[in-house]
């Protein structure tokens, strides 16, 4: 069987334009990204075409494309500290880089190398220069990796997720880098993204792919002002507005993408669209002119969608009605959830190489207090370092708090035995930032899924026996696979599944950390 990562796709990009591709994990992008740079396993085939200044690209051998990767093109990869080698300083890959495709002296290519530093936005280069990745915080990696792209003024900049995992500020910081290095390039950007926002203030052109295939084309202001494909529509309905009056729902789009095999000749999308007709299913549409010469989509209703998503005075996806499980009930009536109580994580501050001492003390979280009731949601907001990730792991952790006390479901950790710690754990499940870092490489879906379920007591773990563990895997054809086979926010779900749905006999609070980190994901306690 063949899997159809990418169906028939065609665009083209000018010098100095960025044409943004969006869509869910899953549809395509990344393995576009991946042909165009020649970058796919051995046993992937492409067909087509892909040229650059008029030069075929597809066809070529690893050794003739690695005299384009890197000079013609450059690429700003998902995950900044996996794209830099961790045992070499920043400078000396950059150098490296330089060299490879330039023919000038050692000397010359650090002072380029730092020089490139500085135009990234690095504080004092010439220092930070012989720092090696793990000495960086997680926006500056991603500066450092702008400028390897960028080392040898590219003809393309292929940009991959460039502001996963980034709070607001810092992602701000590293798209003007990155926009500032197109200046100086003038090389044609590809920004390969979920975030809908960046496209908006970042693109030219918008490409909407699904299953595989580009559904809807055209200018950011015809997509984002006038979209005329249901999937955009649904798109643009599951972001926050800040503009939004009140608590009002997102408008979000039903079911998962289909696997891409054997796919009938039919419109991808009728499983979840609200508008399919029996005319849906008579071909796949093509992409065609809808309201401009320059806006496209690949939808037989498309005349029809009127506004930012209407048939006639009806909404294509309607937003549903918010239900409070709790509401009528005070808040002071209802069960606590989690109480922190003047919480405080110190790290100590060292001195020495060779006999370490305490010189003093970062306050990570200092006096933090909190109180969850049944039925509430919280969230903690703040830039990198403020102290979210440190107060989740000092309730997970579920030891002796350095100051105050932590209660869950109204049962005090100070006191708690082994056997009741281990109870709570069951019951309070976390989501965690990176699922790449917190799955298991050499375990499957089912037994990544079965593993908690196992050592918990509530069932064998076995996906043959197990019905929990085959309905939180989806099916076996999904189960069965490994983690790495998985794109990103497919690994999320698996990770969410994993630790709230995994222990849905008991668990009745989740904690989410980041969870859109790159993906649009509600995660719910079952």
């Known amino acids: 069987r063949t899997v159809h990562a990418v169906q028939p796709a065609s665009f083209s990009l000018k010098r100095g334009e960025t044409l943004g591709i969006v869509g869910e994990s899953g549809s395509g992008k990344s393995v576009t990204s991946t042909a165009i740079m020649g970058l796919l396993p051995s046993y992937a085939k492409v067909d087509g075409s892909i040229t650059l200044d008029g030069e075929e690209l597809l066809g070529r051998t690893d050794k003739e494309m690695s005299k384009v990767r890197g000079k013609r093109i450059g690429m700003v990869f998902q995950d900044p500290l996996s794209a830099l080698t961790p045992i070499f300083t920043v400078g000396d890959q950059i150098v490296e880089a330089i060299l490879i495709h330039q023919d000038i002296t050692k000397a010359k290519a650090w002072e380029q190398a730092v020089a490139l530093l500085d135009l990234v936005g690095i504080p004092n280069p010439k220092t930070r220069a012989k720092s090696f990745p793990h000495e960086f915080s997680g926006g500056m990696r991603q500066r450092v990796v702008i400028a390897l792209a960028i080392a040898n003024n590219p003809d393309l900049i292929i940009a991959d997720e460039p502001t996963t995992a980034l709070d607001v500020t810092v992602q701000a910081q590293v798209l003007e880098v990155l926009k500032k290095a197109q200046r100086e390039t003038g090389a044609a950007v590809l920004m390969i993204t979920h975030d809908l926002g960046v496209v908006a203030g970042q693109a030219d052109r918008v490409g909407v792919m699904y299953a595989g295939r580009l559904i809807e084309t055209g200018t950011a202001d015809d997509v984002f002002a006038a979209p005329r494909m249901p999937y955009t529509i649904g798109l643009l309905g599951a972001v926050p507005r800040v503009d939004a009056t009140g608590r009002e729902a997102l408008a979000p789009i039903k079911g998962t993408p289909p696997l891409l095999v054997d796919l009938p000749d039919a419109c991808p999308l009728i499983p979840r669209c609200p ?25 037989i209703r498309a005349d029809e969608i009127s506004g930012r998503g209407f048939i006639g005075s009806e909404p294509i996806f309607p937003r549903p009605v918010i239900e409070d499980p ?52 919280l969230g903690l907001v ?58 298991n490489p050499a375990m499957n879906i089912e037994t990544a899924v079965g ?30 696979r490994a983690l790495l086979t998985l794109a990103a926010g497919a690994r999320v779900g698996v990770g969410a599944d994993d630790r709230a749905r995994g222990n849905a006999a008991r668990a009745s609070r989740a904690k989410v950390d980041s969870d859109r980190a790159g993906e649009r994901r509600i995660v719910r306690p079952c």
């Open 382 to 439: 703040g830039e990198s370092g403020s102290g979210k990730t440190t107060t989740l792991m000092e309730i997970m952790r579920m030891g002796q708090p350095e100051t105050g006390d932590i209660e869950i479901a109204g049962q005090s950790i100070k006191n708690a035995s082994r056997s009741q710690r281990k109870d709570l754990r069951r019951d309070i499940q976390m989501v965690f930032q990176d699922p790449h870092a917190a799955l």
């Open 451 to 480: 593993h908690p379920l196992k050592i918990h007591g509530i069932a064998s773990g076995d996906p043959r026996t197990d019905e929990d563990v085959r309905a939180a895997t989806t099916g076996r054809s999904t189960g069965v």
């Open 326 to 377: 709790a509401a009528g009930i005070p808040r002071e009536e209802r069960a606590s959830v989690l109480r922190l109580d003047d919480v405080t994580k110190t790290f100590p501050l060292m001195k020495g190489a060779v006999l370490k001492r305490r010189v003093g003390s970062v306050y990570a979280v200092a006096g933090i207090d909190l109180d969850l009731r049944e039925g509430e949601t």
């Open 275 to 299: 508008i399919a007709t029996a005319e849906c299913g008579n071909g796949e549409p093509a992409l065609r002119p809808v309201g401009s010469a320059t806006h496209r989509a690949a939808c």
